[in-house]
């Protein structure tokens, strides 16, 4: 089916280190792209999104930044927690009518 | 409800028996999503229903899934004559309108084939 995004790896980080997940996706007409954690055993829950015509979007703790030029985006957690533990998925969209694709995702492994 | 609901939490049952999956949505919601996540996977896109239009169905596997939302409301995820490959994790998602608007996710419902 449609994919986005890397296999599944695992990337592991020190406790109150800066964490970097990155995501390559595919369609060059996506406008919209959005960032979701999965808790163990939970649903995706929505972290945050970006447009297009934007390259950079800060959150709490979280800054999502867009290249369109290479087709990359990343998710960076400042001073990464133990509950920053999960699986974190990139997604894109098309336009607002259609729906999202999500790639495999990340987990994010904080180490003591 | 102030959240996404999925029921059963789990399911067991024989390969070729029929099951169905319920999602119901945040009580206003139009847009709903039926995903499917293999462990250790990405979310596979199911199916999607917005407000009265047509539901986009190009991510059912096979003629074996249906799914259909009565009133606009509760919908209704059927995989007819079960398969060991089926099993996995089905999550329904909800947004308040288009598909840019933030989804937000049932608990899910595991689903596994004997």
């Known amino acids: 089916g449609e994919s986005v995004g890397l296999h599944l790896p695992t990337l592991s980080v020190q406790e109150g280190d800066n964490s970097i997940i990155n995501c390559a996706y595919s369609?060059?007409?996506?406008?919209?792209f959005i960032w979701y954690k999965q808790e163990s055993g939970k649903g995706p829950q929505f972290i945050i999104d970006?447009?297009?015509?934007?390259d950079k979007r800060q959150g709490q703790r979280v800054t999502v930044l867009l290249n369109k030029t290479v087709k990359h985006l990343s998710l960076q957690i400042a001073a990464t927690q133990p509950g920053d533990s999960a699986v974190y998925f990139c997604a894109e969209g098309v336009n607002r009518d259609d729906k999202i694709i999500f790639g495999k995702g990340t987990r994010l492994h904080i180490l003591p | 409800g102030a959240g996404v609901s999925q029921s059963p939490s789990n399911k067991v049952t024989e390969k070729g028996k029929d099951v169905e999956l319920r999602c119901d949505p945040i009580s206003g919601h139009t847009a709903l999503y039926w995903y499917r996540q293999s462990l250790g996977q990405g979310l596979e896109f199911l199916i999607y229903?917005?407000?009265?239009?047509?539901?986009?169905k190009s991510g059912l596997p096979s003629d074996r899934f249906s799914a259909e939302r009565t009133g606009g409301s509760v919908s209704t995820l059927t995989i007819q004559r079960t398969q060991q490959e089926d099993s996995a994790v089905y999550l329904c998602?909800?947004?308040?309108?288009?598909?840019?608007?933030?989804?937000?996710f049932g608990p899910g419902t595991r689903l596994t084939v004997l």
């Open positions: 998602a909800s947004s308040a309108g288009t598909a840019g608007d933030t989804q937000y």
């Open positions: 229903f917005q407000g009265n239009s047509a539901p986009d």
């Open positions: 970006i447009r297009s015509n934007m």
């Open positions: 369609n060059s007409a996506s406008d919209y």
